[in-house]
């Protein structure tokens, strides 16, 4: 197996410590924090191994500390509630001591009922559009001048944006991005496995949309940037291993506060999961 993939895998593993009480291992970015999505996969795990019989359906969480890559994350899980037909958990994330993140997840047990959907946009298939670090090289060979938006560094997937900023266009007043995403390679048919790689696979490109004018009007250096909160919305199976292509757009920022939203489509069409997300993008001080 791909040994990125190999990784994340592992990762998303967890320790169980106590019953209700998990530990998990980090990983590194480029930029030296642990990557939201660990985070939200992780708590998710941990979540789903206090229920039976059930599938998620919501999370909302808030990100509250940067984590500490070089120190395993533990997890507290409070089982809220056991419902007939709900089941409600609260997942604390704990390091040195201290809350670096909670998130509230809810499952539903399977119903049969009214199926409907928005559209999914009308975008060239995967094999037709180069991958993303093909795209940002091109973008920046188009306008050298200019900041690039999006980062280029080894991912357990494989990123082929359907659509990005123009970069010789003015900045847009309504940032919008659209990308497929897919796992290097397959992993096992496990439904809950293939939850908690959606909701870590959730928190790519959210932010980079929120924050797409200031990221194309000042170098990275230049902005703080954080996810603040994050919330996401299971409405169909999907496998991470397969297209999936995340539809993007973010209609504010304020306050230093930018905001984006996330359609989540099966290359047949089918919408399987919400997403929506607020971060900081802040321009620091000369």
Not at 251 to 266: D, I, K, Y
């Amino acid at each position: 197996m791909n040994p990125l993939l190999s990784d994340l895998l592992q990762v998303l593993k967890l320790d169980r410590l106590e019953d209700d009480l998990f530990r998990g291992q980090s990983r590194r970015l480029v930029d030296g924090r642990v990557f939201g999505g660990q985070v939200l996969g992780q708590a998710l795990a941990a979540a789903y191994a206090t229920v039976e019989g059930r599938e998620a359906h919501s999370l909302h969480a808030y990100f509250l500390r940067a984590g500490d890559a070089d120190h395993p994350i533990v997890y507290e899980v409070d089982r809220s509630r056991d419902g007939r037909g709900f089941t409600s958990r609260r997942v604390v994330a704990i390091q040195h001591g201290e809350q670096i993140f909670h998130m509230s997840a809810s499952f539903q047990v399977p119903e049969a009922a009214i199926d409907r959907q928005a559209e999914m946009p009308q975008v060239p298939p995967p094999e037709a559009v180069p991958d993303l670090a093909t795209a940002v090289a091109e973008a920046k060979r188009k306008a050298p001048d200019r900041p690039q938006p999006f980062r280029i560094h080894e991912h357990p997937f494989e990123f082929r944006p359907a659509q990005l900023p123009d970069p010789l266009a003015e900045v847009p007043r309504d940032p919008q991005v659209k990308v497929w995403i897919r796992l290097v390679e397959r992993v096992p048919d496990d439904p809950v496995l293939h939850h908690c790689l959606l909701a870590y696979t959730s928190d790519y490109f959210l932010l980079g949309a929120a924050s797409m004018d200031a990221r194309m009007t000042s170098e990275r250096e230049q902005l703080q940037m954080a996810s603040i909160d994050h919330a996401m919305w299971f409405h169909r199976p999907a496998r991470p291993d397969e297209w999936l292509l995340y539809v993007l757009d973010s209609p504010t920022a304020s306050g230093s506060r930018g905001f984006a939203r996330g359609s989540l489509f099966t290359r047949d069409g089918r919408l399987v999961a919400s997403t929506a997300q607020e971060g900081l993008v802040r321009r620091l001080s000369p």
